[in-house]
């Protein structure tokens, strides 16, 4: 046999059929005008550097105000997104979206439920303080056909039993609206360390791609900053959670806005994954 020619077919088709996958989960920061030179005007365009330069696959974002959803989309040309404001399931409130590169993935189904009693409309659950919501897509790979789902969330910072819940009612829907049992992503700002009991249900059921990365973790360990650039935050509240997937690596990008300021409050998480 012709080794080189051998090498080659390798080399071809397991690029064909690994088909990698770059995922992030990102807070942007909602637009407070007090966050002065942290204001959303004042760092839109490198949140959009940030994300045009690694250039997610798809990427999850929390508490984006209907305005910066704009932003986003405008700024980014290839990409699209899924999902509903939390207050009114329309374009009011806080999205979790979900924008993907149109380019390379196509959604199969799409939706949002609130992470409440009533998950099907509109409402704040148990002892939340707030509206939270969980935004979910089912994306199929233009090239390959692979398909898969991908969740996005924000849990509330308060409520200890609607975060408990939260974490039980996730794993309930995921049973529901994957029967197929697709691989799977779950991204978000959890508002908890690894320590508490709602990340430990979902570690317990899904792989943190923090610990599960073939490669050890780059970046700091904390993901929430505060603004602050005098300190390593040391505290992750922010994760990518998967099933069915192989995690190639694992980073907190902890990049700052022409060395000086950081791009939002938290630290983007992202991850290589390969089915």
């Not at 969740?151 to 829907?173: Q, T, Y």
């Not at 570690?203 to 599960?212: C, G, K, R």
Request: net charge neutral.
């Amino acid at each position: 046999m012709n080794w080189r020619f051998f090498m080659v077919f390798l080399m071809f088709f397991g690029l064909s059929f690994s088909q990698d996958l770059k995922v992030m989960s990102f807070n942007i920061r909602l637009n407070v005008e007090s966050d002065k030179e942290n204001a959303w005007p004042e760092r839109k365009q490198d949140v959009m550097d940030l994300l045009s330069y690694y250039h997610p696959d798809y990427f999850g974002v929390q508490e984006a105000l209907p305005e910066q959803m704009q932003d986003i989309k405008t700024g980014l040309k290839s990409y699209d997104y899924v999902g509903v404001g939390r207050e009114d399931g329309k374009m009011k409130g806080e999205f979790s979206a979900i924008f993907y590169d149109t380019s390379r993935l196509q959604v199969v189904k799409s939706g949002t439920f609130w992470l409440s009693e009533t998950p099907d409309k509109p409402s704040k659950g148990w002892d939340a303080a707030l509206n939270r919501i969980c935004t979910y897509a089912v994306f199929r790979d233009k090239k390959s056909k692979k398909e898969w789902m991908a969740m996005n969330l924000h849990f509330d910072h308060i409520g200890n039993v609607a975060r408990v819940k939260s974490s039980e009612l996730i794993l309930k829907k995921i049973k529901e609206l994957n029967p197929d049992n697709l691989p799977l992503t779950l991204t978000g700002d959890f508002n908890l360390t690894e320590d508490s009991e709602p990340v430990k249900i979902l570690s317990q059921n899904l792989e943190d791609s923090f610990y599960n990365s073939e490669k050890l973790h780059y970046g700091p360990v904390g993901t929430f900053t505060g603004f602050n650039v005098n300190e390593v935050p040391k505290d992750r509240i922010d994760y990518i959670f998967v099933k069915g997937f192989r995690i190639k690596s694992h980073r907190h990008v902890n990049d700052r806005r022409n060395n000086l300021l950081y791009p939002s409050d938290h630290f983007p998480v992202l991850v290589d994954l390969q089915f």
